[in-house]
């Protein structure tokens, strides 16, 4: 029993030749017989759906002129390469529908070795080594912007004691009676000398680029902490380390949103940017013991690199 159909000849024959095992004339070709069934399956797709002849008067659809098989069912090998040629165009889209049959459950999670060296010794040491520097880096930070509030407050200062200087006296001819200075413009000239040198140390611009440096890496590392230990264990550890870290990383952008008010002279923006950065710092010290305790987790559980 067969079909016929122009250009194409479909066989119950055809397909048990290509079914049954190999002969030793075809054990030369780099194919087994998986993969004749597999190369038939992905190509019958291509083939639009017949109705069987004679139960409609319906013609026949045509076939595409882009498939041109073997007229002779004796030869698999010659079907099988037409069949690849003709799914060139197909390659990337069966690859990604295939794709997820072909890998094993336990590749989509973590812990499993899956990640190579990001679950290594030296990535998990990352995260320490760049947060403890930006805690150094935080103390500079706060000096620096300590001495650009000086700057600023400095000169008030030196407004209020110019108020409390007495008038020089004048002599009777209308000229100023030479007298030593008083403690309050002596103090006053010691101020403005001070004002001066803090000037030169452009405390504003520094300030401002380690500001901006901490809240960079900053938030990167404190992302990238957690990732590494998911990377590392499968799971995150909620407790106090990571709250902390969520804590700290909250504050930092509060406290860089407040820079644009500050730029405009706002008090009430300075003062609140100082305390929050005071209290990160406070978060900071507060999560070293418990830093410390992961480290030594890491250095238990992983290995080098």
Not at 28 to 39: D, H, V, Y
Not at 219 to 233: K, P
Request: with cysteine; proline share 10%; glycine share 8%.
């Amino acid at each position: 029993m067969s079909i016929q159909i122009p250009s194409l000849r479909l066989s119950f024959c055809f397909f048990s030749t290509l079914l049954r095992p190999s002969p030793p004339s075809l054990s030369l070709f780099p194919f087994r017989q998986n993969n004749l069934s597999m190369a038939i399956t992905l190509s019958l797709p291509k083939l639009p759906i017949i109705a069987p002849i004679g139960s409609s008067k319906l013609p026949l659809p045509s076939i595409p002129t882009k498939l041109h098989f073997s007229q002779n069912p004796k030869s698999p090998h010659t079907f099988f390469i037409q069949s690849v040629r003709n799914l060139k165009p197909y390659t990337l889209p069966l690859t990604a529908l295939t794709l997820p049959f072909f890998l094993h459950p336990q590749d989509a999670l973590a812990a499993g070795g899956e990640f190579g060296i990001l679950e290594g010794r030296s990535i998990a040491l990352i995260h320490p080594v760049v947060m403890g520097g930006l805690f150094v880096w935080t103390l500079w930070a706060g000096y620096l912007g300590w001495q650009w509030r000086r700057v600023r407050t400095i000169q008030n200062e030196i407004n209020e004691l110019k108020k409390q200087v007495v008038p020089a006296a004048v002599a009777p001819d209308g000229k100023p009676v030479e007298a030593p200075p008083s403690p309050t413009e002596l103090k006053i000239q010691q101020l403005t000398e001070e004002r001066k040198e803090l000037i030169k140390g452009s405390f504003r611009d520094r300030h401002f680029n380690a500001g901006s440096i901490i809240l960079g890496f900053g938030v990167l590392e404190a992302i990238g902490g957690g990732l590494n230990t998911w990377l590392r264990t499968g799971k995150l550890f909620p407790g106090p380390h990571l709250f902390a870290g969520a804590g700290i990383t909250v504050l930092w952008a509060l406290a860089a949103a407040l820079v644009p008010a500050m730029q405009k002279g706002n008090e009430t923006a300075r003062n609140l940017h100082i305390a929050l950065n005071a209290l990160t710092l406070v978060l900071f010290v507060w999560q070293i013991p418990t830093g410390i305790d992961i480290v030594l987790k890491v250095f238990e559980f992983t290995t080098w690199p």
